[in-house]
């Protein structure tokens, strides 16, 4: 059935794609920190290597220093990737004075200095999945500089 009126109606009130991490994110942000804290498949790659995340800047160095396996696997390699970027914004919101979650409006987190500048850091994670650049350690120490 077509009612043209409903179909105003629903535009006007349907959330946005990202609304639900927003929301989330503006009730409890600490509690969406350790949600994305967790990168738990990156945490079992890592383990079974020997590497413990204990969300220091020196973890990232001996993330840098591993192997990576991951790209031998397609459908495994984003998603790593992914947990590499959250890992690295945890251990930036964690060591870096002022750094902070942020949610944007397409739903996508990102990391805030204090300078007001901002870390995309799954994008970040993405990259040094797949090609080895930049380093996690590298972003980290540019993120410390501000």
């Known amino acids: 059935m077509n009612i043209p ?9 349907e959330p946005s794609p990202g609304a ?7 009730r409890d942000p600490e509690g969406v920190g350790e949600l994305l804290a ?10 079974a290597a020997g590497v413990s995340l204990d969300d220091t800047p020196r973890s990232l ?7 990576p396996r991951w790209r031998d696997d397609p459908e495994e390699l984003p998603w790593v990737g992914n947990d590499a970027g ?3 914004g945890t251990v930036i919101v964690r060591n870096v004075r002022g750094a902070r979650w942020q949610v944007l409006p397409s739903g996508g987190p990102v990391v805030r200095l204090a300078s007001g500048r901002e870390i ?3 994008e970040a994670g993405l990259d040094w999945a797949m090609t080895g650049s930049p ?12």
Request: proline share 4%; hydrophobic share 45%; with cysteine.
């Open 38 to 47: 967790e990168c738990e498949l990156l945490r079992a790659r890592v383990a």
């Open 5 to 13: 009126f409903l179909d105003h109606w629903r535009k006007r009130h």
């Open 120 to 122: 995309h850091v799954v």
């Open 86 to 88: 959250l890992y690295l």
């Open 135 to 146: 380093e996690l350690s590298q972003v980290y120490a540019e993120a410390a500089e501000y």
């Open 20 to 26: 639900p991490l927003v929301a989330a994110f503006d």
């Open 61 to 67: 160095q001996e993330l840098d220093q591993l192997p």
